[in-house]
């Protein structure tokens, strides 16, 4: 079994959200959104070896996958625009379904990282973006 069949098998039927592995290590989250990928981000781990299997890619968390230059994803869900973000950036691509737009939570609208990087094509931009999305909505929140 390769290491994106072992990250969609752990992902299938499980709570969690994202799968990362590769040939000796597995990182699991049951974060929602782009969180775990910040997270991952954020703590530097370098995944130039992981595949990743995730619930659902917007083109928000395609980003962050090309910024930790994971080698393949695996989308339950994954919008044109994060498919077209990841092949543009040579990471392989296996999904479920795709849709035209990632629906936020509530499923009332556009998902607000999604939005947040519409008309974005640089990643380093996007995580900017995201970023200062998720602090307007930590705020709203409170």
Request: charged share 20%.
């Amino acid at each position: 079994m390769n290491n994106l069949e072992k990250a969609k098998n752990i992902l299938s039927g499980s709570e969690y959200t994202c799968v990362i592995c590769n040939d000796t290590d597995v990182h699991t989250s049951t974060l929602r959104g782009v969180a775990p990928l910040i997270k991952w981000l954020d703590s530097g781990m370098k995944l130039t070896s992981y595949s990743s299997a995730d619930k659902v890619i917007g083109n928000g968390a395609a980003f962050l996958y090309v910024l930790l230059n994971v080698r393949e994803v695996y989308a339950g869900v994954i919008s044109k625009s994060a498919y077209k973000t990841l092949t543009q950036n040579n990471i392989p691509v296996q999904y479920d379904v795709m849709t035209e737009i990632i629906r936020n939570r509530s499923n009332t609208g556009q998902c607000p990282i999604e939005a947040a990087v519409s008309g974005i094509t640089e990643p380093s931009e996007a995580l900017s973006a995201i970023r200062n999305k998720l602090e307007d909505l930590k705020k709203a929140a409170s």
